[in-house]
């Protein structure tokens, strides 16, 4: 069966990260869809309180991320970090779970999680460590394949925990699940992956923590982040307006929300594996490029959808530009600062952070002057200066 895998994927260090990134991706896919549905209606948060802890939480996985991505550097490995950060998560989940009151929420919410959250640029950042010294196509193949691990688990997750809980009171066993796939993640990094000997300390150690996150917000780091986030924010705005415009311009259903999510999160997976092909002949800058436009097609298109076959003739095309765009941002956002996997790695989850945020602004600027559709067509037009503004300052690097 090895045989079916290419060589890159047979280091046991990468194998072992892959898995581990799906458990994550696991606990985040069997929770996110009925998070709001917990905290508002099962545990009575008001809608202001929920909406100020989620963008709270955020800000403090953003934190905790830079923080514990620099240290992580300073200490010469990822296994100790990734270890500590994965009993946070299983603290968070079955907190909730065992004892659901608001306070346990709260707090899970706002520390336990969002620490556990850092684990996603720590993977990212262990797998970027052992790949250093690999030819950087074979770099982004793994960062590719690595990427389809947390696509795959929102593939297959969310149907499953909405079947097992269909005949449910109450959504709060999703994070049992999601607190058991902690468990796995954690043994999964202290049995199956190898001890690591430390990177280039020489590099990493004369940086303290504000100077990590000095080096993150520094003008030639920050503005290729806030391109890259401006590009990822049609991804986030695609989320809000998508179920609106079917239930609503296109006159779909419930049903069909749920189907062409699905059919996009398959399509994803494949096609991330095709991106990862593609870098291994062109650079990261063009099919980055290239699948922007794609996926700003995408947007247009949407914008004039008036029937549920217009959306689900639309799948094709938004599977492949957001393959591209979750997979590809990956390797070039690592690379602007390469010689702290930690720190660049820490880059994913601020990227996540602005591209959330700056599409709340799209959202409340787009339907407080148009309609979703014309919100649509507003995320389009952010993607195009995202990548006006990449263009601007690395469009002649050819980048790989």
Not at 325 to 348: F, H, K, M, N, V
Not at 367 to 377: M, R
Request: with cysteine.
């Amino acid at each position: 069966m090895t045989r079916l895998l290419p060589d890159v994927f047979r280091n046991p260090t990468i194998r072992v990260s892959m898995l581990a990134i799906f458990t994550f991706g696991f606990a985040g896919a069997a929770t996110s869809p009925y998070q709001s549905v917990v905290g508002i209606r099962e545990l009575g948060l008001g809608n202001g309180l929920y909406s100020a802890l989620i963008f709270s939480a955020a800000a403090v996985n953003v934190i905790v991320s830079v923080l514990l991505g620099n240290l992580a550097d300073r200490l010469g490995e990822y296994r100790t970090m990734m270890l500590t950060v994965s009993i946070f998560g299983i603290l968070g989940y079955g907190a909730i779970y065992v004892l659901p009151t608001q306070a346990t929420f709260v707090v899970s919410a706002l520390l336990l999680l969002p620490i556990y959250g850092s684990l996603n640029s720590l993977l990212f950042a262990n797998v970027r460590a052992v790949t250093s010294g690999m030819p950087r196509n074979d770099v982004a193949t793994i960062n590719s394949g690595v990427r389809a691990m947390i696509s795959l688990s929102w593939v297959l997750v969310p149907g499953i925990t909405g079947v097992m809980l269909s005949q449910s009171t109450s959504m709060l066993p999703a994070y049992l699940f999601a607190g058991l796939a902690c468990v796995v993640c954690l043994v999964l990094i202290a049995a199956l992956l190898p001890r690591q000997t430390g990177t280039d300390r020489a590099a990493t150690h004369h940086l303290t923590y504000l100077g990590a996150l000095g080096e993150v917000v520094s003008p030639a780091v920050f503005v290729r982040v806030i391109a890259i986030a401006l590009i990822s924010s049609t991804l986030h705005v695609n989320g809000a307006i998508l179920p609106l415009i079917v239930t609503g311009e296109a006159h779909g259903t419930v049903a069909d929300i749920g189907i062409l999510v699905g059919i996009v999160a398959f399509l994803e997976v494949v096609f991330i594996v095709v991106w990862g092909r593609v870098l291994r002949v062109m650079s990261a800058i063009k099919a980055l490029a290239i699948g922007t436009i794609i996926y700003l097609v995408y947007l247009v298109l949407l914008a004039f959808a008036s029937a549920p076959w217009h959306v689900y003739a639309l799948t094709l095309i938004s599977g492949i530009g957001a393959a591209a765009l979750i997979s590809i941002p990956i390797t070039y956002l690592q690379d602007l600062i390469s010689e702290r996997p930690g720190l660049g790695s820490a880059l994913i989850s601020v990227n996540i952070f602005l591209s959330a945020g700056l599409s709340a602004l799209l959202f409340a600027i787009g339907t407080g002057f148009s309609s979703y559709s014309g919100t649509s067509l507003i995320g389009a037009l952010a993607g195009l200066a995202g990548l006006g503004l990449l263009l601007f300052f690395d469009g002649s690097k050819r980048r790989r």
